[in-house]
């Protein structure tokens, strides 16, 4: 795996403006995507995932979310301070994007072969008619039978399974080197979904992009991600590599998640749970934002936020107790 | 789809021979003898009774009924009873400029409807947006013949820029169209509108932007079609609305149209003008919910079986 950096993001910031207040979905995430390599995104519904890819592509529905504070660094260009035209010619050529709800997520009224060669046409000096045919061998190298006659149809025409095969050749035809997957395999049936995730793991390996793929799913983490960030109510709690992670997990919030993965070789009774609820993104604690439902938590982790240190097996943290501090407070709890 | 147009079509049927019935009922419950007002004034009692033998006001009304329809299917629909001309001969005359009155008025209502909405969605709740909707909201509560009024009273009177009344030049289609056309356009105005903020909401409008698509583009090949799927409907269902409408403003205009042609021959108590009039402004009606009813369908085909 080659070393080179293509995207870094550095203390991302994206708050949300509502009438109950300001709501800071992705507060202060930091990361770096290398060429070549799938970083996962994991956490509950609702930590602040998709906001952060969107984020990455300014398509954050504004008002009422904004970006309040970081950067994104992509090949040394700072894409928060990006004029709106020069973004708009790096979507969908030099990083683009797969959603979460393939039945959705395409133009019920366009077929699907035009919908694909739009992407083509804006990014590549092609003719129509060379576009459509590229469009076509998109649809082939990704798998769909018949290609150029699934190229004319319209999405209703075409199942779940199929309909994410088109995002993939979508956001794939202009050869980007960054691919954000949010949830591509969620909204499908368990062999679907491994289907499309060996998919993307075969096109990456033959294209070389970097991949940002988000899931709540750490299955799939195990089987495709190189590293994981583990996010909890819009801060990274945990970064490790994938072997790492699971081997020795550090935060309390992912040990939880861990034992919550159901196991093949032990019978279990039934699946452990995290218990308690995440923070209200409007009104978070001045501490630790897990400490309401981590068995550790102490008033040092109430009343202060631990920062993201790094660990000596080379995973950075978010979680007092492996910092100096934990060894020195008083036992009051 | 054929099959749905054969089965729209068959459905049709009972429609119409229900408006026949209809029509010929209501002729039957109205105040007053038809023999002696076809005899007119003064005439003898031999001369009504003759006429009502000549009628054969003596049979059954069903037979009255047969009689009737089998006339319609012939395409005779009797004679004015104003100058003895065929009411079919009449009405042929007054039907196409009434269509054309509606069909200019239906463009005025899809294409400032349609552009108010865009114009409106494309920054909501922005000053712009306020007064186009205000514009609309005054648009539909406006009765249409004061509006009618006020407009020949501007255009027409004060400023001269349009003829007051009557139907030669495409001049004097303007103010009726838009008399008529505006209520609708504000309907439209308002529908396309929602229909486009609820549009751009969604999903596969995100996968555009993720693309690279300009927002310009994204909004005319991406959110409008999508948005106009409901508003189809709506036009056709103003369509129909705006037919009734005709009745008024061929009246203000002083235009010759079926709707004029039976409020007078109402006033003069022509019944079989006013008979004939009716039946074809219903057919009219009929025809239209048709095509409407499969326009949407092939529009909406993709949605439906989704
Ligand atoms: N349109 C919005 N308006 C207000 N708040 C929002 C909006 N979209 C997302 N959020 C906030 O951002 C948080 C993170 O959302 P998201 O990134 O979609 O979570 P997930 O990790 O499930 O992808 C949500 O909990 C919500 O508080
Ligand atoms: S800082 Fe404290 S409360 Fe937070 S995860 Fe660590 S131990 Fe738990
Ligand atoms: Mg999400």
């Not at chain 1, 202060?28 to 984020?55: A, M, R, Y």
């Not at chain 1, 943290?317 to 036992?331: D, L, P």
Request: net charge neutral; aromatic share 6%; proline share 5%.
């Amino acid at each position: 795996m080659s070393k080179e950096v293509i995207l870094e993001v550095k203390n991302l910031q994206t708050h949300f403006t509502t009438k109950r207040g300001t709501s800071k979905a992705v507060d202060g995430i930091d990361f770096t995507l290398h060429k070549g390599e799938t970083l996962g995104i994991v956490g509950e519904s609702g930590c602040g995932k998709s906001i952060t890819s969107l984020s990455i592509l300014r398509l954050i529905p504004s008002p009422p979310g904004k970006i309040a504070g970081g950067e994104v660094l992509f090949k040394g260009r700072n894409l928060v301070e990006l004029p709106e035209s020069e973004m708009r010619k790096l979507r969908g050529n030099e990083i683009s994007m797969i959603f979460q709800e393939p039945m959705t997520s395409l133009n019920p009224v366009l077929p699907v072969g035009e919908q694909i060669a739009e992407a083509i046409r804006l990014h590549q000096k092609l003719n129509k008619k060379e576009a459509a045919k590229k469009a076509v061998e998109m649809l082939r190298l990704v798998g769909i039978p018949s290609p150029e006659k699934r190229a004319k149809q319209e999405p209703f025409q075409l199942s779940g399974g199929m309909r994410q095969r088109v995002m993939i050749a979508m956001a794939l035809s202009c050869n980007p080197e960054v691919l954000i997957a949010d949830e591509p395999t969620t909204a499908l049936d368990v062999t679907i979904q491994a289907q499309i995730l060996r998919l993307m793991k075969e096109l990456q390996e033959r294209l070389g992009m970097g991949v940002i793929l988000i899931t709540h799913d750490l299955g799939v983490v195990a089987e495709t991600c190189d590293k994981v960030a583990v996010m909890y109510a819009g801060n990274i709690v945990e970064h490790a590599t994938t072997e790492t992670l699971f081997e020795t997990p550090l935060h309390p919030y992912t040990q939880g998640l861990l034992a919550s993965l159901p196991k093949i070789d032990e019978d279990q009774e039934e699946l452990y749970t995290i218990e308690g609820n995440v923070p209200s993104a409007f009104n978070m604690p001045s501490g630790c934002r897990f400490a309401s439902r981590c068995p550790l938590a102490t008033n040092l982790c109430r009343e202060y936020k631990p920062e993201l240190i790094e660990h000596e097996s080379g995973s950075k943290v978010r979680c007092w107790v492996y910092s100096n501090k934990w060894q020195e407070q008083e036992v009051v709890v | 789809m054929i099959w749905f147009i054969i089965k729209r079509l068959m459905q049709t049927v009972p429609v119409i021979i229900g408006v026949t019935i209809v029509v010929f009922v209501i002729m039957q419950l109205v105040p007053g003898d038809p023999a002696v007002l076809l005899a007119g004034e003064g005439a003898t009692k031999e001369t009504i009774e003759a006429l009502r033998e000549q009628l054969g006001l003596h049979q059954p009304l069903y037979v009255q009924y047969f009689d009737y329809v089998s006339n319609l299917l012939r395409g005779d629909m009797g004679f004015s009873l104003k100058n003895n001309q065929p009411v079919l001969q009449e009405i042929m005359t007054r039907l196409p400029i009434t269509l054309e009155l509606a069909i200019f008025s239906t463009l005025i209502t899809i294409v400032l409807g349609m552009l108010a909405g865009i114009i409106s969605a494309i920054r909501p709740y922005s000053i712009l947006d306020t007064v186009v909707m205000v514009v609309a909201l005054l648009g539909i509560s406006l009765p249409s013949f004061w509006f009618g009024l006020m407009l020949m009273y501007s255009f027409s009177v004060k400023l001269h820029i349009f003829p007051v009344a009557g139907w030669d030049s495409m001049l004097h289609v303007v103010l009726p169209a838009f008399t008529l056309g505006a209520g609708g356009a504000a309907i439209v105005a308002r529908m396309t509108r929602s229909s486009m903020l609820e549009v751009i909401r969604q999903d596969y409008i995100r996968t555009a932007r993720a693309k690279g698509v300009k927002e310009r583009v994204i909004i005319y090949k991406h959110a409008l079609r999508n948005a106009l799927i409901p508003v189809i409907t709506v036009v056709g269902l103003q369509f129909g609305a705006l037919l009734g409408g005709t009745v008024l403003v061929e009246s203000i205009f002083a235009i010759n149209g079926l709707g004029r042609m039976i409020v007078d021959a109402i006033r003069m108590r022509d019944l079989p003008v006013v008979q004939g009039g009716v039946l074809v402004a219903s057919l009219v009606f009929v025809v239209v919910n048709l095509i409407v009813d499969i326009l949407y369908r092939l529009f909406n085909k993709r949605i439906e079986l989704n």
